[in-house]
Structures are given as C-alpha cells and as structure tokens.
C-alpha cells in the first residue's frame, strides 16, 4: 500500500454517497495514476436504466469517449467494492 491509498479509498467510498444520492447503488469508481486522480465515475444504473452502468463500467466509458483508454495501464483502478 502507498501512503494515498487511504485518501484514494476515502474518495472513492464518497463517489459511492454520490451515487447514492443520486438514486443509484453506492458504488463508486477512480483511476489514478501517480496517485493522482485522472479520472472518477459513479454507479448510474438506475438513473440510465442501464444494467451494465456499474461504475467501473462507467470509467472505462468515460476514458475511451475521452481517447484516454490507453491511461488504465499506467494506473490503478480503486473501486469501492470488487469490481464485477
């Protein structure tokens, strides 16, 4: 573990309020890379009557519309559960 894992995970877990409050299931989702966050999601199945809008599914969505799917590999993916 690294020092900002803590604060990555804090995040994370408030992505997941987000969603929540939103109408979704708690789930939340980052990529960061250097410990940096390049890119977050939420949980939007409910919202886009999507069932496969999970949030994982939801950053690597955002990432290729963004032509930055290339960046998964150069960080990691903090979810507030195991992603499915």
Do not use: K
Not at 49 to 63: F, G, K, Q, S
Not at 67 to 76: N, S, Y
């Amino acid at each position: 573990m690294t020092t900002y894992d803590d604060d990555l995970m804090t995040r994370v877990i408030a992505l997941s309020a987000q969603a929540r409050a939103n109408g979704d299931h708690p789930f939340g989702a980052l990529l960061a890379v250097d410990g940096v966050v390049v890119a977050e999601a939420v949980n939007r199945v409910n919202t886009a009557r999507d069932l496969t809008a999970h949030a994982e599914t939801e950053l690597v969505r955002l990432l290729e519309r963004e032509g930055r799917l290339g960046e998964l590999a150069q960080g990691v993916v903090y979810a507030s559960c195991e992603p499915c």
